[in-house]
Nanobody, 124 residues
Framework: QVQLVESGGGLVQAGGSLRLSCAASGRTFSIHAMGWFRQAPGKEGEFVASINWSGGITYYADSVKGRFAISRDNARNTVFLQMNSLKPEDTAVYYC?????????????????WGQGTQVTVSS
């Protein structure tokens, strides 16, 4: 069983930064792509960013491209999401997820394990 635990959320003013972390259990972390998704109140969940198994390929939603950066440390079984130039519309619960595959993907149905989420609130 794989467990994913997110941390690093909080309240920040518009224009500020936050760095989310996701610690994964299990011995196969390094062969799976990882992703971040978010869900705002009253809205459907949406893809944010993904990274392939090695960390060499990343993929972003247009809404965060140029502001967010996903990275991973396979030695520590951890994936990160650096969020800069935050906007009020970035307010959401952010979820870390593990893909069934090794390639970066925005397809939600390709992810088989999910964390509990961490709240990010951006004030105007």
């Amino acid at each position: 069983q794989v467990q994913l635990v997110e941390s690093g959320g909080g309240l920040v003013q518009a224009g500020g930064s936050l760095r989310l972390s996701c610690a994964a259990s299990g011995r196969t972390f390094s062969i799976h792509a990882m992703g971040w998704f978010r869900q705002a109140p009253g809205k459907e969940g949406e893809f944010v960013a993904s990274i392939n198994w090695s960390g060499g390929i990343t993929y972003y939603a247009d809404s965060v491209k140029g502001r967010f950066a996903i990275s991973r440390d396979n030695a520590r079984n951890t994936v990160f999401l650096q969020m800069n130039s935050l906007k009020p519309e970035d307010t959401a619960v952010y979820y870390c997820a593990r893909s069934q595959y090794n390639h970066a993907t925005g397809a939600q149905n390709e992810y088989d394990y999910w964390g509990q989420g961490t709240q990010v609130t951006v004030s105007s």
